[in-house]
């Protein structure tokens, strides 16, 4: 294959005149006019260097190139040497995906899985999904699709299986305890239900299971509701609950702080503070609340649990969080890819969270694990953690009635 990939040099030497004749022209500062020269002198080293590769491996190279695996390694290769492990590089694929979980929206069956021993295990199941429907529980494992086995067919295209377009007729073979048994489901465009509310007694419960787009008005109906039935305390459980949209999470904690406060506190890479959002008001409880979190509980659930304890008073409890503060934006670029970078971190009035996590008022652990698939065997009798919130709200609702 001839075809020489355009990678850059040109461009980046135009830019290079460009940058200076701007500089020049404008009267800028030697100092800032030295560090970008030095900037585009490396930029203009790279792109040569990468020139240079690029023309001996086709002029001595005698077997075929990969044109688009190429322009994927470099992409990936230039992320990955960031010092940030959570920087990402994201193909058109998995930037759909990463949009679509964001967007509060599904397509497939309704499940979400992992790998084991190459066969997708079912880690949760989407309320009033398809796969809800014919009774696909979590912790089964998918055999087999259209009578092809899973292990031939490779994990990752067994996933865009269950992703095919909305109507699509699968016929699976699921296993569970050595058992296995077959469903026909179709698959489905669905808004994904990011909340789960219960009550215990007379303590409202909410279960955040992600931030999406969706998931302030999901959040505020089902709050609106438990007021309506007249809880005198409530409990929110983050456990698990991992990265999604920042906004999502401070709109809700500021609908529910008192107004006026900093609910969270953007610190940029070079070190300058400003207010990321400011609490209205327009929802705080009436009745005492406290939250649950896991070492699972990441990022915007962060925040969120964090501004609740600063100015709610709200408890904590269960384990220390990941203490990840870090500001995610993604960037989508002219084919369809996208990177994800950390643009800032973010902390509130009392917890720097990046590095530290938040330290629960009252430890608990669950001796079988928490994740997804654990804890949704369990119930109020079996959780540890959701027990002791109750406990501990139930002890704050005399006091907050005085």
């Given at each position: 294959?001839?075809?020489?990939?355009p990678?850059?040099?040109?461009i980046?030497?135009?830019?290079?005149?460009?940058?200076?004749?701007f500089?020049?022209?404008?009267?800028?500062?030697m100092n800032?006019?030295?560090d970008l020269?030095a900037d585009?002198?490396?930029?203009?080293?790279?792109?040569?260097?990468l020139?240079q590769?690029?023309?001996?491996?086709?002029?001595?190279?005698d077997?075929p190139?990969?044109?688009?695996?190429?322009?994927e390694?470099?992409?990936?290769?230039?992320?990955?040497?960031?010092?940030?492990?959570?920087?990402?590089?994201?193909?058109?694929q998995?930037y759909?995906?990463?949009?679509?979980?964001?967007?509060?929206t599904?397509?497939?069956?309704?499940?979400y899985?992992?790998?084991?021993?190459?066969y997708?295990?079912?880690?949760?199941v989407?309320?009033?999904?398809?796969?809800?429907?014919?009774?696909?529980?979590?912790?089964?494992?998918?055999?087999?699709?259209?009578?092809?086995?899973?292990?031939?067919?490779?994990?990752?295209?067994?996933?865009?299986?269950?992703?095919?377009?909305?109507g699509?007729?699968?016929?699976l073979t699921?296993?569970?305890?050595?058992?296995d048994?077959?469903?026909?489901?179709?698959?489905s465009?669905?808004?994904v239900?990011s909340?789960?509310?219960?009550?215990?007694?007379?303590l409202g419960?909410?279960?955040?299971?992600?931030?999406?787009?969706?998931?302030?008005?999901?959040f505020?109906?089902?709050?609106?509701?438990l007021?309506?039935?007249?809880?005198r305390g409530?409990?929110?459980?983050?456990?698990?609950?991992?990265?999604?949209?920042?906004?999502?999470?401070?709109?809700i904690?500021?609908?529910?702080?008192p107004?006026?406060?900093?609910?969270?506190i953007?610190?940029?890479?070079?070190?300058?503070?400003?207010?990321?959002?400011?609490?209205?008001g327009?929802?705080?409880?009436?009745?005492?609340?406290?939250?649950?979190?896991?070492?699972?509980?990441?990022?915007p659930?962060?925040?969120?649990?964090?501004?609740?304890?600063?100015?709610?008073?709200?408890p904590?409890?269960?384990?220390?969080?990941?203490?990840?503060?870090?500001?995610?934006?993604s960037y989508?670029?002219?084919?369809?890819?996208?990177?994800?970078?950390?643009i800032s971190?973010?902390?509130?009035?009392?917890?720097?969270?990046?590095?530290?996590g938040i330290?629960?008022?009252?430890?608990?652990?669950?001796?079988?694990?928490?994740?997804?698939?654990?804890?949704?065997?369990?119930?109020?009798?079996?959780?540890?953690?959701?027990?002791?919130?109750?406990e501990v709200?139930?002890?704050l609702?005399?006091?907050a009635?005085?």
């Open positions: 294959m001839n075809r020489k990939i990678l850059g040099l040109a980046a030497l135009m830019a290079i005149a460009a940058a200076i004749t500089i020049i022209s404008t009267s800028y500062s800032i006019y030295n020269v585009v002198q490396q930029r203009a080293e790279m792109y040569q260097k020139e590769i690029d023309t001996y491996v086709r002029a001595y190279y077997g190139l990969d044109e688009d695996r190429l322009i390694a470099l992409s990936e290769g230039y992320i990955s040497i960031i010092e940030d492990a959570e920087a990402d590089y994201l193909n058109a998995e759909a995906l990463y949009r679509e979980r964001q967007s509060g599904h397509l497939g069956i309704g499940v899985t992992r790998e084991d021993a190459g997708p295990v079912i880690t949760e989407l309320a009033n999904s398809p796969a809800s429907t014919a009774g696909v529980s979590v912790g089964e494992s998918i055999v087999e699709i259209n009578g092809q086995s899973c292990i031939d067919i490779g994990y990752d295209e067994v996933c865009e299986l269950l992703r095919s377009a909305a699509t007729q699968l016929n699921l296993r569970s305890g050595g058992v048994r077959s469903a026909v489901i179709a698959t465009q669905m808004t239900a909340i789960k509310s219960a009550v215990y007694g007379d419960y909410i279960k955040i299971s992600s931030f999406t787009e969706k998931t302030y008005q999901q505020m109906a089902s709050y609106q509701s007021q309506s039935q007249g809880v409530l409990i929110i459980d983050l456990r698990n609950t991992s990265g999604g949209v920042t906004e999502s999470a401070v709109n904690a500021s609908a529910m702080l107004a006026g406060g900093d609910v969270a953007n610190i940029g890479r070079d070190g300058t503070r400003s207010v990321f959002a400011t609490a209205s327009s929802r705080v409880p009436e009745f005492p609340l406290c939250v649950i979190v896991n070492e699972r509980t990441k990022g659930a962060e925040i969120f649990a964090a501004s609740l304890a600063d100015y709610l008073k709200a904590v409890v269960g384990m220390t969080t990941a203490g990840d503060g870090d500001l995610f934006e989508q670029l002219y084919d369809g890819t996208a990177i994800v970078l950390p971190t973010l902390k509130t009035e009392n917890f720097d969270i990046e590095g530290v330290k629960p008022n009252y430890e608990v652990s669950q001796p079988d694990g928490d994740a997804n698939e654990q804890l949704a065997l369990l119930n109020e009798s079996t959780d540890n953690a959701l027990r002791r919130a109750i709200v139930t002890s609702i005399p006091a009635q005085e």
